[in-house]
């Protein structure tokens, strides 16, 4: 190798504390690190390497470097690193080492079976330097247990200072990042700074119009990397820059997201940088991309965490979950860029307005009733509500304006005429009792749980659930509502037609939010995000809704044929059971052949059996029929979650709907109720953006001041949405245009996983969210 002090190459950081700096290294400092990357390493001629890390920085060239000079060769993965195809690799023997850094180790460790056997054939691995646990280490040496296991702490500046041999090492020093290596030496500073000394420190930078020098006169670069020596061996603890001092206390931000990221199962997962707090000097700021979390969660590790470290912060701890987090290329997480980002965010947060909430008299009659309704529709004195092609959450708004200004509906009032309507019993009859459908006092019901699920308000349940049971309110609603139309007509528009209403809110939100952040992203306004992997969003993606539109889409396809359309006419129950089953083994055996895990199941084909059972649950018409579908929907769902509290509540939820389908409440009750439950679909396109705010305004969470401004906003969002509704399609009739039918659909809540998961106005995309 060349020995010479000429320049040879200049490198350029990884720029995680700001803009890259170009280091100068002469043929000596690469060929010092090479021969103590051969020695420690035991490399021969042998070695086949999966370099998992870029080659454009010190750490991967590095690699190249080594492998080259002893003979060996060296495989770059066109796509980066990719643990199945390094397990593939590793098994058929076209490689034998890796060399990784800890960010992606820990994703090995997350999912050991990919490597499985194959770890065994891992001869030599070098891990770069960023922090990691003794059990981290460990878990990796059980991972690779025939490899030379090498962990170096470096920078480009002084590549390979120290190398700790974790295959070796005792697990009382595996905290540490190991020892020097030939001439080179390590010491800590008064302040605290690891200083470095030896041939592989380069001795100068680019500047802007000559060379820096970096040394000082004694040949010691100092770094910005805090540290301390035991027994000989370094330990790093962390950067001089990333230390957060909250009220006095100082606190390493890399063993903090350690202790988070394992109290939440995500290693490697949490970042943790400082953020400006007038009272304290420097709050916490705690960011992750697992959509699976929601803030809450979050927020609750993390101050559990700080009470570890005997801090306990208050309002000055701040937690994100967010749809990526910006890092290098080596995996390093770019704290100053979070940092920054908060500061504006702080800047920009203001208290928005709510928008007035419309009020609109109603027509004096119950014909004019339909006719505002229904806009730029024919209306006849023989239509009804079925006929007009209604569907539940139409039910729900229907039933308010129409109780609000006539008094109480008479039950079976949606098959009614406009004639029988203006003749019922009911008319001009306000206050007191009504009846209130436990369609909608369940939808309102699990819409909160939801909700209040979300925000840790409180947990309903710890197997989850309602949102399986918001899916059977939508098979409910189509056999319920939509069916009798179709039966009659032989078209299936009406159900497209409720699609389309989905559709165009969720589109719009979507649109406004990606607007907002000035990111576009395709698949999301295509309505196709469920089928993708979540975390590559950035900004909202609704994918309840998205599967929503598709299982009443897969529902329109199976019944827009004649010969099933007869089939359903002669025996809807057997029908209903029948697909029920149908897509019960459907899901199981698609699951066999594709598993949805990494997307949640977030896809129709796992979901469309709780649409065939909320369609024998609308079947349902005698005593035994609905003990039988009772029978049948409680195997069904017992099959899917198990004697969990999950099943209680789907099973609750259902014996409610076949044998209490109507209960008198006070009329201020049933009012509340069919509000919540007839603006559930804008509670979900909004609520997550209401916790943000909330987090904003008051520093932390406040999961009852939330649940309650996130059902008030829903609902002003709702009618808000409804006038400009009627106002856009009354301009349209005005121009001769017909109007789209119909109002607004179902659109259930859905729940996280993760998970949904939120998020926030801005940058940060709609809360994950999953069953």
């Not at 061996?233 to 394992?262: C, F, H, Q, S, W």
Request: with cysteine; aromatic share 10%.
């Amino acid at each position: 190798m060349i020995h010479d002090e000429m320049p040879a190459q200049v490198t350029y950081t990884s720029g995680t504390e700001g803009k890259p700096k170009g280091i100068v290294l002469t043929y000596a400092n690469i060929a010092d690190a090479v021969e103590r990357i051969i020695s420690q390493m035991e490399l021969t001629a042998d070695v086949r390497e999966y370099i998992g890390v870029p080659v454009t920085y010190s750490f991967g060239i590095g690699r190249v470097r080594a492998v080259s000079a002893v003979g060996g060769r060296s495989y770059l993965p066109p796509r980066g690193f990719d643990p199945l195809e390094l397990s593939r690799m590793l098994g058929s023997g076209e490689v034998n080492a890796l060399s990784a850094v800890p960010t992606l180790l820990r994703i090995l460790l997350k999912a050991r079976a990919v490597i499985g056997d194959a770890g065994k054939n891992l001869r030599w691995l070098e891990i770069g330097s960023q922090h990691m646990t003794g059990a981290e280490k460990r878990g990796i040496r059980e991972l690779f247990p025939n490899a030379r296991i090498v962990q170096h702490y470096g920078l480009t500046e002084a590549s390979r200072s120290t190398f700790l041999q974790i295959s070796e090492a005792d697990d009382e020093v595996l905290e540490s990042v190991g020892v020097t290596v030939g001439a080179g030496e390590v010491a800590i500073s008064a302040e605290g700074k690891i200083r470095i000394r030896g041939p592989h420190v380069a001795r100068w930078r680019v500047g802007a119009d000559a060379l820096i020098g970096m040394c000082d006169p004694d040949g010691w670069l100092e770094t910005g990397d805090v540290g301390h020596i035991k027994d000989g061996y370094l330990y790093y603890d962390g950067r001089a820059d990333d230390l957060i001092n909250t009220g006095g206390v100082k606190i390493n931000p890399d063993m903090l997201e350690a202790r988070i990221g394992e109290l939440l199962d995500q290693a490697g997962r949490i970042v943790v940088t400082k953020v400006p707090d007038t009272l304290r000097g420097e709050g916490i700021l705690v960011a992750t991309d697992v959509a699976a979390l929601s803030v809450n969660q979050l927020y609750s590790a993390s101050a559990e965490a700080l009470k570890e470290f005997g801090v306990v912060v208050g309002d000055a701890l701040h937690v994100r979950v967010l749809s990526t987090l910006k890092r290098t290329a080596t995996g390093k997480p770019m704290r100053r860029v979070l940092t920054d980002e908060f500061i504006e965010e702080s800047k920009a947060a203001g208290v928005g307005t709510a928008a007035d909430r419309a009020v609109e008299a109603w027509p004096c009659d119950v014909e004019n009733f339909f006719r505002e309704f229904f806009p730029g529709r024919r209306i006849r004195r023989s239509d009804s509500f079925e006929s007009m092609g209604g569907d539940s959450l139409s039910y729900i708004q229907f039933s308010l304006g129409f109780e609000g200004r006539f008094g109480t509906l008479p039950g079976g009032w949606e098959s009614l005429t406009i004639e029988q309507l203006e003749d019922s019993p009911g008319i001009g009859q306000k206050g007191g009792w009504l009846n209130l459908d436990a369609a909608i006092l369940t939808r309102a019901f699990f819409m909160i749980c939801i909700v209040a699920l979300h925000f840790d308000t409180f947990v309903y349940s710890k197997n989850w659930g309602a949102a399986y049971f918001l899916f059977m309110l939508c098979g409910y609603s189509i056999m319920r509502f939509q069916w009798p139309e179709i039966s009659r007509t032989g078209k299936v528009s009406t159900i497209f037609g409720t699609a389309l209403n989905v559709a165009i809110p969720t589109v719009l939100v979507t649109g406004a939010m990606q607007i907002w952040s000035r990111t576009f992203e395709l698949k999301p306004l295509l309505l196709i995000s469920n089928w993708f992997d979540p975390h590559q969003y950035q900004v909202a993606y609704y994918y309840f809704a998205e599967i929503y539109i598709q299982l009443i889409i897969i529902v329109s396809a199976i019944i827009s044929f004649p010969a099933i359309r007869k089939f359903i006419k002669i025996n809807p129950i057997t029908f209903c059971v029948i697909f029920l089953v149908s897509a019960t083994v459907v899901s199981a055996v698609s699951e066999k052949i594709w598993d949805t895990t990494y997307i949640y199941h977030r896809t129709p084909i796992w979901y469309l059996w709780t649409v065939a059972a909320g369609m024998l649950m609308a079947s349902a018409h005698d005593v035994r029929s609905r003990v039988l579908a009772m029978a049948i929907v409680s195997v069904a769902v017992v099959e899917h979650h198990g004697f969990t509290s999950a099943s209680a509540y789907i099973s609750g939820g259902s014996a409610l709907l076949l044998f209490g389908t109507s209960i008198r409440v006070p009329s201020a009750a049933k009012l509340m109720i069919s509000e919540i439950a007839g603006s559930s679909m804008f509670m979900y396109l909004s609520h997550c953006q209401v916790w943000s705010l909330v987090m904003r305004l008051f520093h932390g969470p406040r999961p009852w001041i939330a649940l309650n401004v996130a059902i008030g906003v829903g609902i002003v969002f709702a009618h808000s949405y409804h006038w400009i509704e009627r106002k856009v399609r009354a301009f349209l009739i005005s121009r001769g245009e017909e109007g789209a039918a119909g109002t607004l659909p179902d659109a259930h809540l859905h729940e996280r996983s993760i998970e949904g998961r939120k998020r926030a106005v801005g940058n940060q995309p709609a809360h994950a969210i999953h069953s």
